[in-house]
């Protein structure tokens, strides 16, 4: 990950400039601060360009990627077999998410062919989930690939700022860090075997989702993992809270660092655009989700936090902090990405 004392030296800047903004955020008892905190901080100077040793922020996609199975494993603590019963009631959501994922795509092709990009570009920058997955189609079939980037970034950053803003508008509760809800299974002292298997469920799950291809797997296969461990009665626990506010940190410094090397003018562009295809998302899952809501398959909150197009592992410490069906809202969240990827693989053969 780091080739020269420049990368260790700009990665601890950018470490020391997210914790920085996180804490700042959550002081001022901002929705999820620890997260946006160190997005909007790491984004401002990695956006402005300040550099350290020769090096801007940085903060590389391997580290990032490593404490989000952090949130995999919290989320798997949720799980009960309860709540196994009533997945058998939300394939009307499931199913709507086979409507809602080309819609969604249609309108964002719309928007950023009218902005001026081609075609191509414009397809796979639409694409409302697999960010990975879409910039290497993009790069693949010849679009450009830093706007799509770019677009995908700037869209899903967007989304991770407004809703948990809107949430705490909406509902008058905190939201994350700041709203004071414990996570299941945080009244339960951790012990050191506890300790021992939720590491080997984050270790496991992320090795074995890998393998599997699971979508979203540093996620996904740690969750599954700590569900079956949680289930099992093999641990009562969940990770600690501070560990939970350290991966907020560093998966919002590692989203904000995304901007260097960023060119003004493009950013500029690719900003106005995805600020407009990210309005026109957050209100096409508010209409899926009051149709949700009006089938009885979820409340309408619920329903419009599993639509919304933000990141899997982000909308997941959402629903965590507002005590919502976590289960409910990543499932949604990793079938619109499998949707998602299925579409933009077959679909651009008709725009060709």
């Known amino acids: 990950m780091m080739s020269s004392r420049g990368d260790w030296a700009a990665l601890a800047a950018t470490l020391a400039l997210a914790t920085v903004g996180g804490v700042a955020a959550s002081a001022l008892h901002l929705p999820l601060g620890y997260m946006l905190g160190a997005i909007v901080l790491v984004g401002l100077v990695a ?11 940085f903060l590389p996609q391997p580290l990032r990627m490593g404490f989000v199975p952090v949130i995999g494993v919290v989320i ?10 009533q997945a058998l009631g939300w394939w009307v959501s499931l199913a709507a998410l086979v409507v809602y994922v080309p819609v ?12 001026g990009l081609d075609p191509k570009t414009a397809f796979f920058s639409a694409v409302p989930g697999g960010l990975i997955e879409s910039i290497e189609l993009a790069e693949a079939a010849g679009a450009n690939v830093a706007m799509t980037t770019s677009l995908h970034f700037l869209r899903l950053i967007g989304i991770i700022l407004c809703v948990p803003v809107i949430f705490t508008i909406l509902t008058g509760a905190s939201v994350g860090s700041a709203s004071g809800v414990q996570m299941t299974g945080a009244e339960v002292p951790l012990t050191l075997w506890d300790a021992v298997v939720l590491a080997l469920s984050g270790l496991v799950g992320w090795y074995a989702g890998k393998v599997v291809r699971l979508p979203a797997y540093f996620l996904t296969g740690p ?7 949680h289930g099992m009665g093999w641990v009562h626990g969940v990770p600690p809270g501070w560990l939970v506010a350290v991966t907020q940190v560093v ?5 904000g660092a995304r901007f260097a ?3 003004h003018a493009m950013l500029g562009r690719a900003l106005g655009l995805s600020v407009l295809y990210g309005a026109a998302l957050l209100a096409v899952a508010f209409v899926f989700a009051i149709a949700v809501h009006a089938l009885g398959v ?4 619920a329903a419009f936090l599993a639509f919304a197009p933000g990141g899997v592992a982000e909308m997941s410490l959402v629903a965590l902090s507002l005590q919502y069906s976590v289960v409910f809202v990543t499932l949604h969240h990793v079938a619109r990405i499998l949707i998602a990827v299925m579409v933009a693989k077959h679909g651009y053969r008709l725009v060709r």
Do not use: D
């Not at 956006?47 to 922020?57: F, N």
């Not at 949720?78 to 019963?85: D, N």
């Not at 969604?104 to 902005?115: E, F, M, P, S, T």
């Not at 969750?223 to 461990?229: E, K, Y």
């Open 76 to 85: 798997g603590a949720g799980f009960t077999p309860e709540m196994a019963g």
């Open 223 to 229: 969750l599954i993992v700590s569900a079956v461990a």
């Open 104 to 115: 969604a795509h249609l309108v964002g092709y719309a928007i950023y062919r009218a902005g």
């Open 298 to 301: 979820a409340p309408s909150a």
């Open 261 to 263: 090397g960023v060119g």
């Open 251 to 255: 998966v919002g410094g590692g989203l």
């Open 47 to 57: 956006g402005i360009g300040l550099q350290v040793r020769g090096r801007g922020v």
